[in-house]
């Protein structure tokens, strides 16, 4: 029995091989209806791009996204150098929203900007590290295919954070959904589907062996138990707790 507690204990603290992506990419529309009035003849306004984001109608594109993100379950973070800018209301408006990044934690994904310039409002905004937007991975499209693991369709909601910096919006406000890329091979990118689908990733396993691992003590203890008792010459063996 003493065997089979160590083989357990070796199991569970033994950690599960991994796989990494470190490069990936996304599309989003940002907004459509923002980009929509921005184009219209009130606002009489444009956008551009820079760096690793470009434009692609209708939605911002970057092939640019590098990091590290385990994917089963899904933890770490992409970034891209870049900006998207926005302009209208003969320069009323006038704000860039760079340096994005992608954090993403189990079921949840968080995107991390930073926004300078002048809001709809002529407020001045310079602020670095906004968590912009949150979004529900769970809620997403999952597929595994020959260039890595594509998550597409993955809504965003606007943060009190990314409503205060980027002003228009109030929080809770919907935009567009983002369709992310991890470049990986196609056996990882299944094992992060079957990971998603378990529920997040060895979670579960690692707590079917945690339980093994608690009957088998209880098991030696009891053993244990009775062996010194039978030394003793107590003759009949001890009651057992029974669990409740």
């Not at 899904?74 to 320069?91: I, K, N, P, S, Y």
């Amino acid at each position: 029995m003493l065997s089979a507690l160590a083989l357990a204990a070796v199991v569970l603290a033994s950690p599960a091989a991994s796989c990494v992506a470190t490069e990936g990419g996304f599309d989003w529309g940002f907004k459509e209806s923002f980009r929509a009035y921005l184009s219209g003849s009130i606002a009489n306004g444009e956008w551009s791009t820079e760096g690793g984001i470009g434009y692609e109608t209708p939605v911002f594109t970057s092939e640019s996204l590098a990091g590290s993100v385990a994917l089963a379950p899904l933890d770490g973070e992409l970034a891209v150098g870049g900006a998207m800018r926005f302009t209208g209301h003969e320069g009323i408006l006038d704000t860039t929203v760079s340096n994005l990044r992608v954090a993403l934690d189990g079921q949840r994904l968080q995107l991390i900007v930073d926004v300078r310039g002048t809001t709809q409002e002529f407020v001045e905004v310079d602020t670095a590290d906004v968590l912009f937007a949150t979004g529900d991975l769970t809620a997403a499209e999952w597929t595994a295919g020959e260039d890595g693991l594509l998550i597409a369709g993955i809504p965003l909601t606007l943060t009190a954070e990314g409503a205060e910096a980027f002003g228009t919006y109030p929080e809770g406000e919907a935009l567009d959904p983002l369709d992310l890329r991890l470049a990986t091979t196609p056996a990882c990118a299944d094992e992060a589907i079957a990971a998603r689908a378990a529920g997040g990733g060895m979670l579960v396993p690692l707590l079917i062996v945690g339980l093994v691992v608690l009957a088998v003590a209880a098991s030696v203890l009891v053993h244990l138990r009775l062996r010194a008792a039978k030394r003793r010459g107590g003759g009949a063996e001890p009651e057992v707790p029974q669990p409740q």
